[in-house]
Each structure stands twice: as structure tokens, then as C-alpha cells.
């Protein structure tokens, strides 16, 4: 059974410029989940899609941060634009459902994001 | 506001010695508590999830308890091996979270099991 599936795995760019972060979840995942690690910290939920709804969002800095799940498989998180703080690995997860309570999420390998 | 602590950041041991990583949580009230295992560059690998309900899970050479009341987990790692060698981060799914899968995580303690 193929993964999670991130790309870029590493991207540099100069504060205020854009990017865009990828993930193809397992077949069949209905949640998706992007989740933001800085380095030496724990990661944090940006945000959770079920198919393509948003769950929840309630940490998403949206001034600068979106994302879409527009067929309700892949997805894509961008910043617009970039500063410095948000150095950091943004991970991808999914689950086949939600709503189950003790449903494990699979993670990607990350995208590393450096904003110099 | 649940927050989650790992004790401590960094552990380094020698072959074959079993060792005890350690979490806390401030709010008792959770869904479950799990394990993951992350290596560099690469995403999390689940290692156990406990219920609330349950006291402990066991995989192999792991053993993870919950002790809900006191808002700790531990994960005991027997006979310890350099291939365990990786940071290892406990997360709680809070029992507020209602329908969505948000785990709230701890910084991680980062193992090296030398030699």
C-alpha cells in the first residue's frame, strides 16, 4: 500500500516569496491533515480537511497561509507570502475516516521548508 | 488549554540497557495517547495508541502506560538497540476535539542508543 506523498522534500526561498507544499494521501483516506513542525518543537495542526470540507482551521494563519482539497484527494498548502518564522517541515497525514475516535493518521515525509 | 511535555529533550544510552521515556499532560480529559517514532527527514511512524480507557499497550519491545488521573505516559523500551536511535514524540487527542483528528504533541525526547 503506497504512503503519504509530499513534494517538494526540501524548498529555500527569500522571505516575501510564495510557495506551495503537495500531498497525495493513501487511496481511499476520506481526512487530511497539514500539520507544521519547527525545529525542536512538536507538530501542530494548520489544518484538517473530511473529503473536501475543512474541519477545522482554527490555527491557520490565514493572512498569508491557504490551502484546498478541491476533489477531495489531493491537496495543496501555500504561503503568500513567506517570512521567516515559518522555517519549518510541514507534514501531511491522513485517516480513513474521522469521527472514530482512536483512528491512528498515517504521515508523509515532510516537505523542509527554509525562508531565508 | 492542553499542553504536553516530554522529559527529557535528549537521551543517550548504550547498547542493550532498557530505558523509560517519559510525558505529561494538563488536561486529563483525552480520547487516547500515542507514540509515534520520527527519523530524520522522515515523516511519523505511529508506534502505540492507549485508550482512555486502557492502562497500557504493548509491540514487541515496547510498552507504553497511561495513567490518566496523573496526566502521564511512559514508554519503556527493553533491551534498547541502535536502530532505536530516533526522536520519539507522544500526542493526545483531547477529548474536546470532538469529530475532528487534532493530537496535540510534545516536543519529543531524541534517543541514541550508541554501539
Given at each position: 500500500?503506497?504512503?503519504?506523498?509530499?513534494?517538494?522534500?526540501?524548498?529555500?526561498?527569500?522571505?516575501?516569496?510564495?510557495?506551495?507544499?503537495?500531498?497525495?494521501?493513501?487511496?481511499?483516506?476520506?481526512?487530511?491533515?497539514?500539520?507544521?513542525?519547527?525545529?525542536?518543537?512538536?507538530?501542530?495542526?494548520?489544518?484538517?480537511?473530511?473529503?473536501?470540507?475543512?474541519?477545522?482551521?482554527?490555527?491557520?494563519?490565514?493572512?498569508?497561509?491557504?490551502?484546498?482539497?478541491?476533489?477531495?484527494?489531493?491537496?495543496?498548502?501555500k504561503i503568500q507570502p513567506a517570512?521567516?518564522?515559518?522555517?519549518?517541515?510541514?507534514?501531511?497525514?491522513?485517516?480513513?475516516?474521522?469521527?472514530?475516535?482512536?483512528?491512528?493518521?498515517?504521515?508523509?515525509?515532510?516537505?523542509?521548508?527554509?525562508?531565508? | 488549554?492542553?499542553?504536553?511535555?516530554?522529559?527529557?529533550?535528549?537521551?543517550?544510552?548504550?547498547?542493550?540497557?532498557?530505558?523509560?521515556?517519559?510525558?505529561?499532560?494538563?488536561?486529563?480529559?483525552?480520547?487516547n495517547l500515542q507514540w509515534f517514532?520520527?527519523?530524520?527527514?522522515?515523516?511519523?511512524?505511529?508506534?502505540?495508541?492507549?485508550?482512555?480507557?486502557?492502562?497500557?499497550?504493548?509491540?514487541?519491545?515496547?510498552?507504553?502506560?497511561?495513567?490518566?488521573?496523573?496526566?502521564?505516559?511512559?514508554?519503556?523500551?527493553?533491551?534498547?538497540?541502535?536502530?532505536?536511535?530516533?526522536?520519539?514524540?507522544?500526542?493526545?487527542?483531547?477529548?474536546?476535539?470532538?469529530?475532528?483528528?487534532?493530537?496535540?504533541?510534545g516536543q519529543g525526547t531524541t534517543?541514541?542508543?550508541?554501539?
Amino acid at each position: 500500500e503506497a504512503g503519504v506523498a509530499q513534494s517538494p522534500r526540501y524548498k529555500i526561498i527569500e522571505k516575501r516569496q510564495s510557495v506551495a507544499f503537495w500531498c497525495n494521501p493513501i487511496s481511499g483516506h476520506a481526512t487530511l491533515y497539514w500539520y507544521q513542525q519547527i525545529l525542536g518543537q512538536g507538530p501542530k495542526l494548520l489544518i484538517q480537511f473530511q473529503n473536501n470540507g475543512v474541519v477545522d482551521d482554527s490555527q491557520l494563519p490565514k493572512d498569508r497561509f491557504s490551502a484546498e482539497r478541491l476533489k477531495g484527494v489531493d491537496s495543496t498548502l501555500k504561503i503568500q507570502p513567506a517570512k521567516l518564522e515559518d522555517s519549518a517541515v510541514y507534514l501531511c497525514a491522513s485517516s480513513p475516516v474521522t469521527g472514530r475516535q482512536n483512528e491512528k493518521l498515517f504521515f508523509g515525509s515532510g516537505t523542509q521548508l527554509s525562508v531565508l | 488549554k492542553q499542553e504536553v511535555t516530554q522529559i527529557p529533550a535528549a537521551l543517550s544510552v548504550p547498547e542493550g540497557e532498557n530505558l523509560v521515556l517519559n510525558c505529561s499532560f494538563t488536561d486529563s480529559a483525552i480520547y487516547n495517547l500515542q507514540w509515534f517514532r520520527q527519523d530524520p527527514g522522515k515523516g511519523l511512524t505511529s508506534l502505540l495508541l492507549i485508550q482512555s480507557s486502557q492502562r497500557e499497550q504493548t509491540s514487541g519491545r515496547l510498552n507504553a502506560s497511561l495513567d490518566k488521573s496523573s496526566g502521564r505516559s511512559t514508554l519503556y523500551i527493553a533491551a534498547s538497540q541502535p536502530g532505536d536511535s530516533a526522536t520519539y514524540l507522544c500526542a493526545v487527542r483531547p477529548g474536546t476535539s470532538g469529530n475532528t483528528g487534532k493530537l496535540i504533541f510534545g516536543q519529543g525526547t531524541t534517543l541514541q542508543v550508541k554501539p
